[in-house]
């Protein structure tokens, strides 16, 4: 991080909001390169993100806060590195109605450094739906590969809890903080 | 070298091998041995819900530990002491040495006595903890009466309660009564809730000291978080799972580090107990094994600016 931004990263499959989540606490409406998305199939959703969503909140003394969420498709993969790079944290949103959803919760929360590198939070979208994977499902995954990640369910449509993945972002920055400053 | 006596009971075939293997390769490991012995004669069961009801009933609402095993799909169980099948060798020695704490450690011939719930703000989230450790017959307990009645599914996915109570339940603490088996059903306009909800705010309204299970010398972490989301946490409760998962705490540690009041970090223990996510690790001080660093500038700076996003998102208190 840079003296006068602090970057928070939203990441997870298509579909899974990160365009939203980053639009319910920007200041401007999110800028968003979106084309159309040729893989219908897979998903039923006009637009995707191609590039990324960039979003901003600005707050005293010239400090900004930079909101990016990555493209959700893997061919973009080598954007999570570099948006990842200096980021204070990772919000990580998954569909749970969707099939494979366990191994993109894997695919994202690895890419990330799994809670090692920052912090990560996990939302996770639709878990109330016929056939979706229960919170618990994505909590037990996470334990086996040894890892104790904030895993929430959320709606992002709803700002309070896009809000509560931040708090809990800020919450875990301040807990790492407070350690380095007693050590 | 010490022993304790561990019994198998209602396990699969594969899952029991499996146990039974990783058992062989743990044994004599920091001094104690595992012996496997039948289920009466037995300090620490390991359960799963094959073998039916007459197996069921021969350990259902025993005191000994429990250990439950789960497949699947299938909800975890909210109990204290839990292990996904299929699980590694190191899962179940992590678990093995819960249990061995829990039990009094380098005593296994008098185990710790647990007290039992006698103030009856504890009676019903007692029951609840006690459901935990029966098997998942599909069978439906109750607590209270008429409209202020609350039912709770044995196998802890769902339980039933009137809009008035599941408003209530997160404001108050409802005074039940302590779960018993019934025959009665739902009425229809009862809704359908996790159990998550209800194990949680039975423990944070209960009482604002600790309750009987919390031990003053114990260190706990959490073993998963709360899921906040269902629950509306709180910047309190937010940081509390924070720390708690991050690092092994006592009750007073937790209360000195957090700077918040004894009463809060007495709800959050309770709470997280009651909820399945609380495991002791008998350990003062040790951080917790995949504690994380993150990478930060200036720490005064990283303050300040917490500060002001939280401003301005409105995220106050």
């Known amino acids: 991080m840079s003296e006068t931004e602090f970057k928070i990263v939203f990441t997870g499959p298509m579909g899974a909001g990160k365009t939203t989540a980053i639009g319910a606490i920007s200041d401007e409406p999110p800028v968003s390169t979106d084309v159309t998305n040729t893989d219908r199939a897979a998903f039923d ?33 080598f954007m999570w590195d570099i948006l990842g790079h200096n980021a204070a944290g990772v919000i990580v949103l998954i569909d749970a109605s969707q099939r494979d959803a366990l191994v993109q919760l894997d695919a994202f929360v690895d890419a990330f450094g799994g809670g090692k590198r920052m912090p990560i939070v996990v939302g996770i979208g639709r878990s109330g739906e016929p056939g979706a994977l229960s919170l618990d499902a994505f909590a037990q995954r996470l334990e086996s590969h040894g890892m104790t990640l904030p895993v929430f369910g959320v709606d992002v449509r709803r700002r309070d809890d896009v809000l509560l993945l931040v708090d809990t972002l800020l919450c875990l920055l301040e807990l790492g903080d407070s350690g380095r400053r007693s050590a | 070298m010490r022993t304790r006596r561990i019994a198998v009971v209602g396990l699969a075939d594969d899952a029991s091998q499996a146990f039974r293997s990783m058992l062989r390769i743990l044994d004599g490991r920091d001094g104690l041995s595992w012996s496997l012995v039948a289920p009466d004669a037995a300090e620490v069961l390991i359960a799963g819900t094959q073998g039916g009801d007459a197996l069921a009933r021969g350990w259902a609402l025993t005191n000994k530990p429990l250990i439950a095993v789960y497949e699947g799909g299938a909800a975890r169980p909210m109990t204290p002491y839990t292990l996904h099948h299929p699980f590694r060798v190191m899962q179940l020695l992590g678990v093995l040495e819960d249990v061995d704490q829990a039990l009094g450690g380098a005593a296994p011939e008098a185990p710790r006595a647990k007290a039992a719930a006698n103030h009856t703000a504890w009676n019903f989230a007692e029951s609840l903890r006690l459901l935990a450790r029966t098997s998942a017959a599909g069978n439906l307990h109750v607590a209270g009466s008429g409209a202020e009645r609350v039912f709770v599914r044995d196998d802890l996915t769902v339980y039933y309660a009137s809009a008035d109570i599941v408003q209530r339940l997160s404001r108050q603490a409802l005074e039940l009564p302590a779960l018993t088996l019934s025959s009665a059903k739902p009425p229809p306009n009862f809704e359908a809730r996790p159990v998550f909800e209800l194990a949680w705010f039975s423990g944070w309204h209960a009482a604002e000291t600790p309750a009987p299970w919390i031990e003053h010398t114990a260190t706990y972490r959490l073993r998963r978080w709360p899921d906040f989301g269902l629950l509306r946490g709180t910047r309190d409760q937010l940081a509390l799972a924070a720390l708690l998962t991050h690092g092994s705490y006592s009750r007073a540690r937790l209360i000195e580090v957090s700077g918040q009041p004894a009463s809060m970090v007495d709800r959050f223990l309770n709470a997280c107990a009651v909820a399945g996510v609380l495991a002791s690790t008998g350990d003062a001080a040790v951080p917790a094994e995949n504690a994380s660093t993150f990478i930060a500038s200036s720490a005064a700076r990283l303050g300040g600016l917490i500060r002001g996003l939280r401003s301005r998102l409105g995220l106050t208190g």
């Open chain 1, 45 to 77: 959703k006009a637009q995707t993100t191609a590039g990324l969503d960039y979003g901003r909140i600005a707050l005293d003394d010239g400090v900004s806060v930079r909101l990016y969420g990555t493209p959700g498709q893997l061919r973009f993969r």
